[in-house]
T-cell receptor
Framework: QKEVEQDPGPLSVPEGAIVSLNCTYS??????FMWYRQYSRKGPELLMY????GNKEDGRFTAQVDKSSKYISLFIRDSQPSDSATYLC????????????FGTGTQLKVEL | GAVVSQHPSRVICKSGTSVKIECRSL??????MFWYRQFPKQSLMLMAT?????????EQGVEKDKFLINHASLTLSTLTVTSAHPEDSSFYIC???????????FGEGSWLTVV
């Protein structure tokens, strides 16, 4: 079993839809959770960073963490074609050498 | 957000030669930088962790003599692929940890093609 599980997709939604992207993890030591967006042939771009259970909102993006269930989500409201990319969840913990453990990434396509 | 710059973004080299990729944190200091390799449609594979002023820590299976990493300052780490072969062709990405927290920012990546 991988430490971080993420559905690779592809996920196709119409423009304006609410998108839900999810990751589950098995290591309860993970404390810090990140979501990155990666466009084709580019480096990942940090979207959201959270470290506590609950919701964190930034514009059209909401990151949700449920440590009791070892489950994190990223919601995208009013999705746009420019949101089409691969979304990677990543997590780490203090004392873990600051290494990130990644999900496999979910490929999202927002269609007109 | 913080900016991490990688150079070159694309490089083509001949088999047997060496190529150096630079990773710079432009507006923050980074004691730790990371080097990844990514194959098409796959997630990032951590190659090594680079700490300023000390030797890099390589992941299992990564040849330290082939992938030389130097982290000479708080804003610069370099990856040198020595005696490159076509199978080294890949997308190499660096990341840097912000000193103030646990946030990690990525560079734009460098495409290496060995012919």
């Amino acid at each position: 079993q991988k430490e971080v599980e993420q559905d690779p997709g592809p996920l196709s939604v119409p423009e304006g839809a609410i998108v839900s992207l999810n990751c589950t993890y098995s290591n309860s030591a993970f404390q810090y959770f990140m979501w990155y967006r990666q466009y084709s042939r580019k480096g990942p771009e940090l979207l959201m960073y959270t470290y506590s259970s609950g919701n964190k909102e930034d514009g059209r993006f909401t990151a949700q963490v449920d440590k009791s269930s070892k489950y994190i989500s990223l919601f995208i409201r009013d999705s746009q074609p420019s949101d089409s990319a691969t979304y990677l969840c990543a997590m780490t913990f203090t004392g873990g050498g600051n290494k990130l453990t990644f999900g496999t990434g979910t490929q999202l396509k927002v269609e007109l | 957000g913080a900016v991490v710059s990688q150079h070159p973004s694309r490089v083509i080299c001949k088999s047997g030669t060496s190529v150096k990729i630079e990773c710079r944190s432009l507006d923050f200091q980074a004691t730790t930088m990371f080097w990844y390799r990514q194959f098409p449609k796959q997630s990032l594979m951590l190659m090594a962790t680079s700490n300023e002023g000390s030797k890099a820590t390589y992941e299992q299976g990564v040849e330290k003599d082939k992938f030389l990493i130097n982290h000479a300052s708080l804003t610069l780490s370099t990856l040198t692929v020595t005696s490159a072969h076509p199978e080294d062709s890949s997308f190499y990405i660096c990341s840097a940890r912000d000193l103030t927290g646990n946030t990690i920012y990525f560079g734009e990546g460098s495409w290496l093609t060995v012919v």
